[in-house]
Nanobody, 125 residues
Framework: VQLVESGGGSVPAGGSLRLTCTAS????????IGWFRQVSGNRREGVSC????????YYGDSAKGRFTVSSDPADHTVYLQMNNLKPEDTAVYYC???????????????????WGQGTQVTVSS
């Protein structure tokens, strides 16, 4: 089981980035894929998650209205489209896998058992 993030980079405020999480070793059904971010020294913040069972997505307050998560189960890929980026979005972004209880995913980091290596997003003012 492996998750690999890509697509991070440096953009000015107001810009956009699309992060990609490529999964291997498991099928999405029965699992949720979450996006988290972390600034050095702080705890990981849940950004969004998407259920691999029903495709329903959920967002943290910081992401609502600006970020969109989507998945392509056939391609084992989850995307996080981030628009109108702000300097406070600067962080390392991680994707992670959680086993679903029912069909709903949650953004509690301790529910996730597999993590990618992270990708840096830097937003300049």
């Amino acid at each position: 089981v492996q998750l690999v993030e890509s697509g991070g980079g440096s953009v000015p405020a107001g810009g956009s980035l699309r992060l990609t999480c490529t999964a291997s070793g498991f099928s999405f059904d029965g699992y949720g894929i979450g996006w988290f971010r972390q600034v050095s020294g702080n705890r990981r913040e849940g950004v969004s998650c998407i259920s691999g069972t029903d495709g329903i997505s959920y967002y943290g307050d910081s992401a609502k209205g600006r970020f969109t998560v989507s998945s392509d189960p056939a391609d084992h890929t989850v995307y996080l489209q981030m628009n109108n980026l702000k300097p406070e979005d600067t962080a390392v972004y991680y994707c992670a896998r959680m086993r679903l209880y029912g069909s709903r995913c949650y953004m509690y980091y301790y529910e996730y058992d597999t993590w990618g290596q992270g990708t840096q997003v830097t937003v300049s003012s």
